[in-house]
């Protein structure tokens, strides 16, 4: 594979971690090539955050765990099946995997050989741009022109669609989600069409596969288009068919103060969905899918009218991060929702200062009568803006005892 121009210098490419990593390699005659998302931004000249360094070696993972050993450098065999091989190198982690070539695919899993041939390896991969290679002194190898696709924003299958996807069926929600990241209307066509042809298969898939793919996709600064596309060519229908489009998700990005995949999978719902089949049906967490029935719960009704009072009852029923998901959701609720999220964020709900050991004390027996005694202090309380302390909030339980 010949080299077809270099990358700007990156402050990640000469780092003492990857030096020693890749002076371990080089002593065994191994030659690695950074791949994947830290050459992709590179090339794009975005700022590398939160992105894994991974590395394309042309070694056998056993030859590669010796090589670190040698160093006195850990390495963990996190995905050797695939050929993938860990290394720790202080404190910070790379994935490196042997060059491969596919024997057999099913659509979901893949029998891979090892090989030491680049451009074998490059043509199993998926799109064009997830092709391209750097050396260490950022000679770049680009055997796909990915690099014009990138400057394009086009994400475009290497070779043939159908066989790509018939490798490996996630590869169609792959599609989208790398467009959310790095494309730009139109859609590549050809691939595009072929997503649509295969969208079918992606019912054989498990849930968490699809989950991971759409919370990533929906984390995309501007999803709304691939996200759009995706419906349009089918790619949702079996996993989430109570898609109600995109105009209440790209409200809810105009408003947001950061990306929350989550909050804006609630956007393309409609209300009345079954949060509990849905988080069922994408494996949720159980957090994942409690949060999303609370979001899109028809009550409590938000009152972001009512100013602060009501914003400070609210938080204290729903608690903040959850108020939060419900304000920045409440998309056709009159006032000053900017303020509300404000108080969200910077206030922290009181204790309430009576609880069920001091309706005791007033010689209340043990049972539902002190629950419902405390809960109608609580209700005045709130009423109140939490302004009653422990003294008042005792009077009013002692009234409310001797009235009941």
Known sequence: MKPTGRLEPQPWMDTPQVRALFDSLGRSDVVARFVGGCVRDAVLQRPM????IDLAVDKPPETIMRALA????KSVPTGLKHG????????????????RRDVETDGRRAVVAYTDDWLEDANRRDFTFNALYADRDGTLYDPFDGRSDLAAGRV????????RIAEDRLRVLRFFRFHAWYGRLPLDGPSFEACRRNAAVLGGLSGERVAKELLRL???????DALQAMAEAGALDHWLPEFVGV???RALIAREDAPDPLRRLAAILPSVADATAIGKRLKLSTQQALRLEVMLAPKPVIDVAGGPKAWRAGIYGLGNNLYADRLLLALDAPG?????LVLARSWTPPELPVSGGDALKLGL???????????????????GDFAAHRGACLAELERLARGA
């Not at 955050?49 to 894994?52: A, F, K, S, Y």
């Not at 000053?336 to 509300?340: G, K, L």
């Not at 809960?375 to 709130?382: D, K, L, T």
Request: hydrophobic share 50%; proline share 6%; no cysteine.
């Open 156 to 163: 475009r299958f290497i070779g043939d669609a159908d066989t």
């Open 365 to 383: 027996k043990p049972g539902p009568r002190v629950g419902a005694l405390i809960e109608a202090v609580e209700r005045w309380w709130i009423d």
């Open 70 to 73: 040698s160093a006195k450098l």
């Open 336 to 340: 000053d929702w900017r303020a509300a």
């Open 49 to 52: 955050v939160n992105v894994d």
């Open 84 to 99: 993938t091989v860990t290394a720790l190198v202080e404190g910070d982690r790379f994935e490196l995997t042997t060059l």
């Open 218 to 224: 929906l984390e995309a600064p501007a999803p709304a």
């Open 247 to 249: 105009a209440r998700l």
